[in-house]
């Protein structure tokens, strides 16, 4: 596999969430993992709440990390509609794929989502029809068009119902979870 | 009076107005002290230009009547009822007062009861074309002081019926006996005959009339409707003013209002600068060199007895401190129903003409005095009960603790209070115009006199623990002031502030204030938006333009002020040219960049 040349062991997160003041789970979450160092987080809806995003900024933000997170809740089998217009925006061509592009290539890519519906609903024989990463799939294949490796999601289920400790306890996992990447790249 | 005089005539004052004027108004002055000034200067006591000038006046006259009758139109039947009460009470008062009073005075210099009761009842009346005309030019038709002003106007057009019926009765020949009752059933009818024929009539003759397309029938046919609405009232024994006034009131409702209004505006205007002028003209300056100081001792004891009324009725009616001055001086004048109730007690033998035309020239100049009298209300009165030392002391704030302070309550602050409303932020409010704060408290907000640039207020209004400041006054100086006050005393607020323009706003960067708005900029940009998309822009292409657009201001803006910062002297308008410039230029680069974004073309 294929490392990033600059700044490995930087992660970029990618926060989109409409109302995040009104969040159980997300701000917890987001809580745990921000103060590591070398992860730079982006609320997206707080910095362009009319959705003109500054292309230029955030692909400077994307050459200086090695691990790009989409950190979301789940609305409607999908993410909030600005990471889409992030997308369509930043991901232009001539940065990500012809030639003097693929500045996305050997990065990786990994969905954090929080979902209402439990683990067992998220079954082919589950009330949500297919499991979590069928609905994950565009994400995965944007990762691999772009030459990154995308990595397993991580997902809270059931966040309307679960407990505050339980919550908490998968905030301390996200913090492992971004920890233990840190600790690899370092060692790769 | 042959054709080639009318045309003559109608040169001179229409050349004597275009004249004096607008030096009238550039000087300060307002434009019916233009119009006087030039009916002097034409009159037979300046150039002698027009020789019957009592004959316009009574032509001119009519120019009242369509003021009164355009008013009517704005006031629908439910606004007139709601205004019944100032309009008997206050009116009613004013007209007594000053008759009584002027009566005493009369009665005690030795004039006979009926003499001393006509030249009260006539010097008791102000003249509605002057206090209207000067409210219309001051924007203050609607505000209490203008609702106030035009109540007593309106009564005293009541009163002059009872007083013209009254008049024969007080001369030695009695007039034709008239029947009370038929009379009363007479004006029923008309009135009556007037709502109806509003409602069933004129609208499909306006309908047929605007069907030809011929613009001017259109004009004829308001005309014809108003002179003849005028001349039907006269017929029943109305005042032609207060009649048209009952009509225009009755046609408020209906669809053709505003057709009405567009086509009677000029010739109102004409007209009533006509009847300035002839007032100027009717000036006895033979009558003011014979006797210079009689009449100036009974003009200004008859401006000081009006006054003081008005100004005992304002502080009655607790109009503003700083208005009551202008509500004084708008109704401080005789008026023009003082000429024609002297006219007709001469001719009824009620009146020695020798007074009538002493009074005509003391009236005139009572008259003459209102202008000038405002302008000593404004620049000298005025100012002070507004800013130095103002007697109305500045309100106690009951709710200090509001976590939001919003400084100035006009157009923009009015707009911030009710989103932050609509969301349950509890705010207090500063302003320190009265009128203002009289319609938002109408409106339920709670609205604080004061000065927001004085220290002692930001205290008293919970300054030390507010967390927003928000500064919405239109004067960007103050609006400064206010900023560096708060900045300087209460370091933990955070100022947002409203920026009339670039220079405003870089005098915002320089304190480090980040949070200001350019106010006209937004809408400016949401119709330019709007404008790109009616060329065929996609409505989100269009926004994204207008985005770019905002983009590039904000660094313009950015890097103007850190050039100024180098060099202090740009000349301002060199800064102007520069900027259009740039933003030229970018707005090219930008656009080049777009066609270089292959995938948008995809």
């Known amino acids: 596999m294929e490392t990033s040349k600059t700044n490995s062991g930087e992660i970029l997160i990618l926060f989109a969430h409409p109302y995040p003041q009104q969040s159980r789970v997300n701000r917890p979450l987001l809580r745990a993992v921000q103060d590591i160092p070398r992860v730079k987080i982006v609320d997206l809806y707080e910095q362009y709440p009319d959705f003109h995003i500054n292309i230029q900024l955030e692909q400077q933000r994307l050459l200086s990390a090695s691990l790009i997170v989409f950190h979301h809740p789940f609305y409607w089998y999908s993410a909030p509609a600005i990471l889409k217009q992030w997308q369509d925006c930043v991901l232009e061509e001539r940065f990500a794929l012809s030639e003097g592009g693929f500045a996305l290539r050997g990065k990786r890519l990994m969905s954090v989502v929080t979902v209402g519906h439990s683990k067992a609903s998220y079954q082919l024989d589950g009330y949500d029809r297919f499991p979590i990463g069928h609905f994950l799939r565009p994400y995965e294949q944007m990762a691999i068009h772009c030459g990154m490796q995308y990595l397993a999601p991580f997902v809270v289920y059931s966040a309307h119902r679960i407990s505050d400790a339980e919550i908490e306890n998968r905030a301390c996992h996200y913090r492992q979870h971004l920890l233990d990447y840190l600790s690899e790249a370092e060692h790769e | ?602």
């Open chain 2, 1 to 602: 009076m042959n054709d080639h005089d009318l045309l003559a005539n109608t040169l001179i004052y229409l050349g004597a107005a275009v004249v004096a004027v607008p030096f009238a108004k550039r000087l300060g002055l307002g434009s019916v002290l233009g119009y006087l000034i030039a009916g002097i200067a034409i009159g037979p006591w300046g150039l002698a230009l027009i020789a019957n000038s009592h004959d316009i006046l009574h032509f001119a006259e009519f120019g009242v009547v369509l003021l009164l009758f355009l008013i009517g139109l704005e006031l629908n039947p439910k606004r007139l009822w709601s205004m019944r009460r100032p309009i008997f009470g206050i009116g009613s008062i004013q007209v007594i007062a000053t008759s009584l009073i002027i009566f005493a005075i009369c009665s005690l210099l030795g004039l006979s009861w009926n003499n001393a009761l006509i030249i009260a009842m006539g010097l008791s009346l102000s003249s509605t074309a002057i206090a209207l005309q000067s409210l219309k030019e001051r924007n203050q038709l609607s505000t209490p002081t203008g609702q106030s002003v035009f109540s007593i106007l309106l009564f005293q057009d009541i009163a002059v019926i009872p007083m013209l019926t009254l008049i024969p009765i007080l001369g030695s020949n009695m007039g034709e006996s008239s029947e009370p009752l038929l009379e009363a059933l007479k004006v029923i009818a008309v009135i009556g005959a007037i709502i109806i024929g509003g409602h069933f009539l004129i609208r499909p003759i306006f309908r047929f009339i605007a069907a030809t397309r011929l613009r001017e029938i259109f004009t004829a046919f308001s005309l014809l409707l108003v002179i003849g609405i005028a001349l039907l009232m006269d017929a029943v024994g109305m005042s032609m003013a207060l009649g048209t006034f009952l009509a225009g009131v009755l046609l408020a409702e209906s669809e053709y209002r505003h057709e009405l209004e567009i086509e009677i505006e000029p010739f109102k205007g004409l007209l009533l600068g006509l009847f300035f002028i002839s007032i100027g003209m009717t000036i006895d300056f033979g009558l003011l060199l014979d006797k210079p100081w009689l009449i100036i001792a009974l003009v200004l004891g008859l401006l000081l007895v009006k006054l003081a009324v008005l100004i005992a009725i304002a502080r009655a009616e607790k109009l503003p401190t700083s208005q009551q001055g202008l509500f004084a001086c708008l109704l401080g004048q005789g008026g023009e129903f003082a000429f024609v109730l002297f006219t007709a007690a001469v001719a009824a033998n009620a009146l020695e003409q020798q007074w009538a035309s002493l009074l005509f020239v003391v009236v005139a100049l009572s008259m003459m005095a209102t202008p000038l009298l405002l302008l000593l209300n404004e620049r000298f009165i005025e100012p002070r009960f507004l800013h130095l030392g103002s007697p109305q002391p500045a309100d106690t704030i009951e709710d200090p603790d509001n976590p939001v302070i919003i400084a100035g309550f006009g157009r923009f602050g009015r707009t911030v209070g009710r989103l932050l409303h609509a969301n349950r932020v509890a705010t207090t409010i500063l302003d320190h115009n009265p009128d203002q704060i009289e319609d938002a408290r109408r409106f339920g907000y709670r609205v604080y006199y004061g000065d927001a640039s004085r220290l002692d207020m930001l205290h008293s209004a919970g300054a030390e623990s507010a967390r927003l400041l928000i500064i919405t006054v239109d004067d960007p100086e103050k609006v400064l002031a206010i900023a560096d006050l708060a900045q300087q005393h209460f370091p933990q607020l955070t100022i947002l502030a409203r920026a009339r323009g670039m220079a405003t706003a870089m005098a915002f960067l320089k304190r480090g204030i980040p949070l200001f708005r350019r106010e006209i900029q937004e809408s400016a940009l949401l119709l330019g938006e709007d404008a790109l998309k009616q060329l065929g822009y996609g409505a989100f292409q269009a926004k994204q333009m207008a985005h770019i657009f905002r983009d590039h201001e904000e660094a313009l803006l950015q890097k103007m002020y850190q050039t100024d910062a180098l060099e202090k002297r740009i000349h301002i308008s060199r800064m102007a040219r520069k900027e259009l410039a740039q933003i030229l230029e970018a707005d090219e680069q930008e656009q080049q960049n777009l066609r270089d974004r292959s995938w948008r073309e995809r």
